[in-house]
């Protein structure tokens, strides 16, 4: 049996899985790692911003590549994964500082499907949270 063929892997086996790919998401994400992006997004992903804006792949790589944020700090809280057999989504909020001060959080939902005998992102929504009142 080849790769491409093979069952998703169990429930435990699937989080374990996801929470590393969405560790190494936000890292590629601080870095402006589209590159990872290419690797891991199935090629008809969508991603939906907080504006409502939705993207394509290739709209979403491009952004990546065009407008890099540089971040001072970006980490994760509230991660929470939920495994539906072949597909998993995961979500967080992703709290950030870039280098010029401005702070932000962001909350995401990834959902990530198993294609090919490996998880694939196949949807992300990615919303600004409102600025909290000091």
């Known amino acids: 049996m080849t790769t491409a063929q093979t ?3 169990a429930a435990e086996q699937a989080r374990r899985d996801i929470l590393a790919l ?3 998401y936000i890292a590629a ?15 008809d992903v969508v991603v939906v911003l907080g504006g409502g804006s939705r993207l394509t792949k290739p709209d979403f790589l491009a952004m990546v590549e065009e407008e890099p944020h540089a971040f001072r700090s970006l980490t994760l809280e509230n991660v929470t994964v939920r495994v539906f057999g072949a597909t998993v989504q995961v979500d967080a909020d992703a709290p950030w500082e870039l280098e010029d001060g401005k702070r932000g959080v962001s909350r995401y939902l990834d ?12 949807s992300a929504q990615i919303t ?4 909290e009142e000091p």
């Open 22 to 24: 969405n560790e190494q």
């Open 29 to 43: 994400a601080r870095t402006g790692d589209a590159a990872w992006f290419r690797e891991h997004m199935a090629e």
């Open 128 to 131: 600004l949270l409102p600025a």
């Open 111 to 122: 959902t990530y499907a198993w294609i090919n005998g490996r998880w694939q992102v196949v």
């Open 7 to 9: 069952a998703a892997p």
